[in-house]
């Protein structure tokens, strides 16, 4: 097998699912585009503070309790939780988080299914009445 070596930025760029790279630290060290649009904050706003910053104050806890593990260098699957945007509302994502346990880097891709979320609770509030 002849393998070239191509470079995976065209990826990291255009793709539409958000694609990060976070220190152990809990701040992004590296984003995507799609990270910036989703949430609405500049690449530079969103590294310099910590990312549970930017999560829903009511999820800070279960995502701080779900993330240990991930230390520990268990990857962590569909984890999903709750993001305040730059304008205020809410989104929510879904995670896959890979550690990498000697450069105390966590790799992720994340998907916004906050359209699914507001399907769910309207089919559950139809079901309801």
């Known amino acids: ?13 255009l793709s539409h699912d958000l694609l990060c790279i976070a220190g152990f ?6 984003i995507n585009p799609a990270v910036c649009h ?11 503070k910590p990312i549970k910053h930017f999560q829903h104050p009511d999820d800070r806890e279960v995502t701080r309790i779900t ?3 991930i230390l520990n260098g268990k ?10 945007t730059k304008e205020g509302n809410i989104v929510w994502l879904s995670w896959t988080s890979i ?20 399907l769910e609770a309207e089919r559950n509030f139809l079901l309801t009445e």
């Not at 989703?38 to 310099?48: D, P, R």
Request: glycine fraction near 4%; charge should be negative.
């Open 38 to 48: 989703i949430l609405g904050y500049t690449e530079e706003e969103l590294m310099a």
């Open 67 to 69: 993330r240990e593990p």
């Open 1 to 13: 097998m002849n393998y070239k070596e191509y470079s995976l930025q065209p990826i990291f760029d």
């Open 75 to 84: 990857p962590l699957i569909n984890f999903e939780n709750r993001y305040i």
């Open 99 to 118: 550690p990498v346990l000697q450069e105390e880097l966590i790799y992720a891709i994340t998907k916004n299914v906050t359209l699914k979320k507001q």
């Open 25 to 30: 630290d809990g701040y992004f060290r590296r």
